[in-house]
């Protein structure tokens, strides 16, 4: 049987093997699976039993902006990435910095913001944090890359003042090879940006404007 030259273009496109696009399975499940490790404040932890901080409130607005129900699942920084990586999750929402080996591994969206380098505070006891305030002049260190995760009785927080010059650009990394997710969701954030809501939520958590590149 002869085919005909255009049916010959459309057979690789019919294949079984062709991968979907991470935006149509979103839209096919009406949900983004986002992941994030909620022990850290203020970025995100629980507060009377109820997932909150800013990471929370990004997720849920970017999801909105996606027009889907947003699912948070709360893990722990062994799964957080590598779930990404393998499609159990599709974003990670969890003050990632941009660094050059997770670009081998991941796309990611454009920045969300741009902190100054962390300051690491010694916890001397528990304590409720919501505010960023509270440890202005404690500064120990500084944690660079994507360290800001809370390590025994350490915490990592931002500060007003940096103690470097270096900062660093906060992203959300997802599979690589999703080109039209990439632009949905760069343009979810660019429409939380030019409204003011990012800038509100920067200023609820963190009292600090969101740096823009």
Same mark, same amino acid.
């Given at each position: =049987? ?5 049916? =010959? ?7 079984? %093997? ?11 499940? /009406? ?17 009377? /039993?109820?997932?909150?901080? %800013? ?43 941009? &660094? ?8 990611f969206s454009e920045p969300y913001s741009h902190l100054p380098a962390q300051t690491i505070a010694r916890q001397e006891q528990p304590r409720s944090l919501n505010s960023l305030a509270m440890f202005q002049g404690q500064t120990l260190g500084v944690a660079q890359g994507n360290g800001f995760v809370e390590r025994g009785p350490l915490v990592t927080v ?5 103690? &470097? ?10 599979? !690589? ?9 760069? !343009? ?17 958590? %963190? /009292? =600090? ?5």
């Amino acid at each position: =049987m002869r085919l005909l030259p255009g049916l =010959m273009l459309l057979l690789p496109l019919a294949s079984p %093997f062709a991968q979907a696009e991470l935006i149509d399975d979103i839209n096919d499940r /009406g949900e983004l699976r986002i992941a994030l490790e909620a022990d850290m404040a203020p970025f995100s932890f629980k507060q009377d /039993g109820r997932l909150t901080g %800013f990471d929370v409130e990004l997720a849920e607005l970017l999801a909105q902006e996606l027009e889907v129900h947003s699912s948070i699942l709360v893990t722990d920084n062994d799964d957080l990435l590598s779930g990404v990586e393998s499609g159990k999750y599709d974003v990670a929402i969890n003050h990632v910095a941009l &660094t050059q080996e997770l670009q081998d591994r991941f796309d990611f969206s454009e920045p969300y913001s741009h902190l100054p380098a962390q300051t690491i505070a010694r916890q001397e006891q528990p304590r409720s944090l919501n505010s960023l305030a509270m440890f202005q002049g404690q500064t120990l260190g500084v944690a660079q890359g994507n360290g800001f995760v809370e390590r025994g009785p350490l915490v990592t927080v931002a500060q007003k003042t940096p103690v &470097t010059d270096e900062e660093v650009a906060l992203v959300i990394p997802f599979q !690589k090879g999703n080109p039209a997710f990439q632009a949905s969701l760069d !343009k979810a954030l660019q429409r939380i940006k030019a409204d003011g809501r990012l800038e509100a939520l920067s200023q609820k958590w %963190f /009292g =600090m404007s969101a740096r823009q590149p």
